[in-house]
Each structure stands twice: as structure tokens, then as C-alpha cells.
């Protein structure tokens, strides 16, 4: 039985919270030649996290910063869900936290691919300015960066959708 060829190009993508997969996953599987996250600034997730309750000041901001602290101490039941920490557990920040996104992401030499609404109010977009500001500072010039004005999460701005817009110039540069 004759082994079949690997296409010439194959890529992995993630949107939101699978963005921080897509590093790890794009070092661990043999042929993967470009890397694509959407709705995902690369900075490491509890960074991020900090930076968006820093720019929502109030008390539900407040409590969210105090519980963040709480991850340092295994509680009795990692998996409860802890309301002030956007309704996800602490097994979840934690196992995210341990990803080391920004680092993974660094270590990545192939094309990589990072889109993100200037008006995400899920992610700070300074999340992917400082990312791109880690690739300058690590002279790693395989990041193209697309910030798109006022659009959302899923990079939606009012009825225009920067999603097809993004997919159309990827899929035009992967023709090259």
C-alpha cells in the first residue's frame, strides 16, 4: 500500500478561546505550514483578562480582579464555577494560564495569521498590539496582524461582515 502525500499546505485555525490552541497544536502536528487566529490578540489569557476588566471599572470589575487572585490556591472543587471570573471555573483559567500563549505563539515559524475587531469587548485589542509588539521586540517578522476599526468579536462592524473579508485575502495570499 503506497503512503499518501501530505498537501503542500495545511492550516489550522482557531476563533476566541481556540486561538490558544492553535500555536500548540501547529508545533505538534507534522506538515502544518500556516496558523490563523481570529477574535484572539495573543496575549496570554490572564493578562488579557486583567486588561479588559481594567478598561470596565465598577464593582463586578473589582470582584473579578480579587477573584483572579484566588487562582493560586487549588480549591476543593477545581471545576465550580466562579461567577466573578466571567462564569468559568478554576480549572479552566488555570489550564489556559499554563498554555503560555504569548511564548507559544512566539516559538511559531511559519505564516501566522491574527485577526481581531478594534471593538471587541470580549478581547482588548491591545492584546494584539502587544503581540505584535513581541514579534518587533523578537525581530520575528511572520505575523500579519489585521485590526479591524469598530468591528466586534466576531468582526462584525454594524451590518458589514470583515469575516469574508478576512477569508477572501487569506485564501488570495495562500494562491501565491
Known sequence: M??????????????SE???????????????????????GGMNPLDAYRLLLAGQPGRSSARALAALQTLEHHPADPDTVVNALGGRTWRYWSELAALRHTDNLLALSMPLWVAIGEADAALPVASARYL???FDVHR?????????????????????????????????????
Open 2 to 15: 503506497r503512503a499518501q502525500a501530505l498537501p503542500e499546505r495545511i492550516v489550522i485555525g482557531g476563533v
Open 140 to 176: 520575528k517578522d511572520n505575523l500579519r496582524l489585521k485590526i479591524y476599526p469598530g468591528a466586534d468579536h466576531g468582526l462584525k462592524t454594524n451590518s458589514h461582515i470583515n469575516l469574508s473579508d478576512f477569508w477572501f485575502e487569506f485564501d488570495t495570499y495562500m494562491r501565491k
Open 18 to 40: 481556540g486561538g490558544e490552541l492553535v500555536p500548540v497544536l501547529a508545533q505538534g502536528i507534522p506538515g502544518v505550514t500556516h496558523a490563523v487566529i481570529i477574535g484572539n
Open 132 to 134: 505584535q509588539q513581541q
